[in-house]
Nanobody, 117 residues
């Protein structure tokens, strides 16, 4: 069992940066694949970025070159650095964990990110 708590959301202007954090509690954080998803109003939840236990990372096309996912196993925390933010990045961002990255079983409560001028 893994509990996830996101933080770092807020309201920013287009072109700004924001860093989200997701603190995990439970066992063997380093064994889990971690990911960030997001859900905008009226839209389906979508994958943003993922990082495996070997630090290999993947990104959705719409964030490549702007967002960076990283993890600190000593702190049981995964991060999402978001740069050059756009209004379309506005969403609730969720952290997720899985032993099998094809099936994210554990989810945080989400943190709101709003990009607006």
């Amino acid at each position: 069992q893994v509990q996830l708590v996101e933080s770092g959301g807020g309201s920013v202007q287009p072109g700004s940066s924001l860093r989200l954090s997701c603190a995990a509690s439970g066992r063997a954080f380093s064994s889990y694949a971690m990911a960030w998803f997001r859900q905008a109003p009226g839209k389906e939840r979508e994958f943003v970025a993922g990082i495996l236990k070997n630090d290999a990372s993947t990104y959705a096309d719409f964030v490549k070159g702007r967002f960076t996912i990283s993890r600190d196993n000593a702190k049981d925390t995964v991060y999402l650095q978001m740069n050059s933010m756009k209004p379309e990045d506005t969403a609730v961002y969720y952290c997720a964990a899985a032993l099998d990255p094809r099936n994210y079983m554990y989810w945080g409560q989400g943190t709101q990110v709003t990009v607006s001028s």
